[in-house]
């Protein structure tokens, strides 16, 4: 799995901004959606944990496939996709730049494994107007 860079967050005390995460799945791989169909089954999650000048909102997933492994069927993201991830800019916020710190984790899984979860770090840049 890889991510690209987020584009950079602009925006003046008291607005709604959205980040655009693009993620991107191997062939041949997929990751459990947020709600995975199986309880066991470990989500992709996108959390926030040093924001500076945003405050985090909530994170828009795009909508799962399903996919039969074995008996299962499972809700799963593949190939190329977006995460929206939603903030306010504080009220008090410095005016200039600065950059949001966030983890994406995640489990890959092919048609006959899973492999232990990941996390990637993930680096917003933004600038309050």
Known sequence: MQT?????VVGKRGDAVQARIPVTIDAGFHV??????LEYLIPISLTWSNTG???PGTVIYPKPTTEKV??????????KFDLIANFKVAANAEAGPGAAAGKLRYQAC?????????????TLPYQVQ
């Open 4 to 8: 690209g860079a987020p584009q950079k």
């Open 32 to 37: 459990n959606s947020n709600k995975p169909a």
């Open 53 to 55: 000048a945003l405050v």
């Open 70 to 79: 074995g008996t299962d069927t499972l809700t799963v993201f593949t190939g």
């Open 110 to 122: 092919n048609s006959t494994t899973c492999f232990p979860p990941k996390t990637i770090e993930i």
